[in-house]
């Protein structure tokens, strides 16, 4: 039973645009979600997280946003660069910090 | 945020062997753990490695299999054990730190021939 949802595999994006990556969930004990960016054969490398008692938090380009009510969050990217090209997980944990991630999402930033 | 270190990065390995893996963090920390993704797949967690004690597995996934080891607070070891081309994954250790924000290693490739 997978708890995190990314329904879209794939997002194309001109550089310079925004790219905008949804996530749902189902377990309404998650406390922390987090947003995770990686390349093949590596590991994830942290982007930003947001607790559950926030709806948004915002550090440089990237900024999420939490709906608990919907149990949806979102992370948007702006500008895209190219460097962005990756693919990102979303990811959340209740209070044993044992991640649940979602399947992810390969983003394509085109020149 | 640590430091996470991983050996080996990558490596070939015969079916039915075993390979052990570590994880050096460069600070002290309370929760550590050992995930997979296999191949064109979502990380799925395997096992939290708990010092001093036993380590806690996931449900699909056991200690036979799995051992890990976990003599302090900075290092920990998961051995993959009698591998099989199923096990062809990256492995990928990970620590919580405060702040709430969970690190991940460079990962281990392991290719299973």
């Known amino acids: 039973d997978q708890q995190v949802k990314q329904n879209s595999p794939s997002l194309s994006v001109q550089e310079g645009r925004i790219s905008i990556l949804n996530c749902d969930y189902t377990?309404?004990?998650?406390?922390?979600f987090l947003w995770y960016k990686k390349y093949p054969a590596e590991g994830p490398t942290f982007l930003i997280s947001?607790?559950?008692?926030?709806d948004k938090n915002e550090d440089g380009r990237f900024t999420v946003f939490l709906n608990k009510s919907a149990k949806h969050l979102s992370l948007h990217i702006v500008p895209s660069q190219p460097g962005d090209s990756a693919v990102y997980f979303c990811?959340?944990?209740?209070?044993?910090?044992?991640?649940?991630f979602g399947a992810g999402t390969t983003v394509t930033v085109r020149a | 945020s640590a430091v996470i270190s991983q050996k080996p990065s990558r490596d070939i390995c015969q079916r039915g062997t075993s390979l052990t893996i570590q994880c050096q963090v460069d600070s002290q920390v309370t929760m550590m753990f050992w995930y997979r993704q296999q191949p064109g797949q979502s990380l799925t967690l395997i096992a939290t490695a708990n010092q001093g004690s036993e380590a806690t597995y996931e449900s699909g996934f056991v200690i036979d299999k799995f051992p890990i080891s976990r003599p302090n607070l900075t290092f920990s070891t998961l051995t993959v054990s009698n591998m099989s081309p199923e096990d062809s994954s990256i492995y990928l250790c990970?620590?919580?730190?405060?702040?709430?924000?969970?690190?991940f290693g460079e990962g281990s490739w392991l290719t299973v021939v």
């Open positions: 377990n309404s004990m998650f406390d922390y």
């Open positions: 990970s620590v919580a730190q405060s702040g709430n924000t969970i690190y």
């Open positions: 990811a959340a944990y209740a209070n044993d910090y044992k991640l649940s």
């Open positions: 947001i607790s559950s008692i926030k």
